[in-house]
């Protein structure tokens, strides 16, 4: 009898140390100290600009025309750090040009909106839709230095597809 309470007693132990290692939702069981150090895009984003439409009446005819408003996308960490948090990212269209651009997450939080926007001076004349990548460069923060980019493996979910329509241009329905 004392030999199953033994096993017992291990097998529960043995269950709650498992347990208390995952703390997080979608952690692997990776026990290093440097995973709680990341940042990433959160998972499944895709940004839309001017995605919002309104209707207008020419005559007996109606079209619609795509509103300028941006695209909103969500920059992540696991937990909220004692400090701010200073990332580079880079947008660049498929066929134009590169711009690297700085956000800073504040102290304590864990989630940061940023937007993207492009009015009609960014699209040429034939062009009507845009595309391209929004790409997490970097992230270091005080005491924290380099954090890792990426999550659950480096470099996971460090880029996002945008596509931007061209505002304030009629199209038929």
């Not at 005819?61 to 695209?71: H, K």
């Not at 839709?129 to 923060?141: K, M, R």
């Amino acid at each position: 009898m004392k030999q199953y309470k033994k096993i017992g007693l291990l097998a529960a132990f043995a269950i709650i140390a498992l347990a208390s290692c995952k703390k997080y939702d979608g952690d692997s069981y990776d026990f290093s100290d440097k995973v709680k150090d990341y940042m990433r895009f959160t998972p499944g984003q895709f940004v839309v600009v001017n995605a919002e439409t309104a209707d207008s009446i020419i005559g007996a005819d109606t079209f619609y025309y795509y509103v300028e408003s941006p695209g909103e996308f969500d920059v992540e960490t696991r937990v909220g750090f004692t400090e701010d948090i200073q990332f580079n990212y880079r947008v660049s269209l498929d066929n134009g040009p590169t711009e690297d651009r700085q956000g800073t997450m504040a102290m304590g939080t864990s989630l940061e909106t940023l937007e993207l926007a492009y009015g009609e001076d960014a699209f040429s004349a034939g062009d009507s839709i845009l595309t391209g990548q929004i790409e997490l460069l970097n992230a270091s923060g005080g005491k924290y230095g380099n954090l890792i980019i990426g999550y659950p493996k480096e470099g996971s979910n460090a880029i996002i597809n945008f596509i931007a329509n061209k505002p304030n241009v009629l199209y038929p329905y």
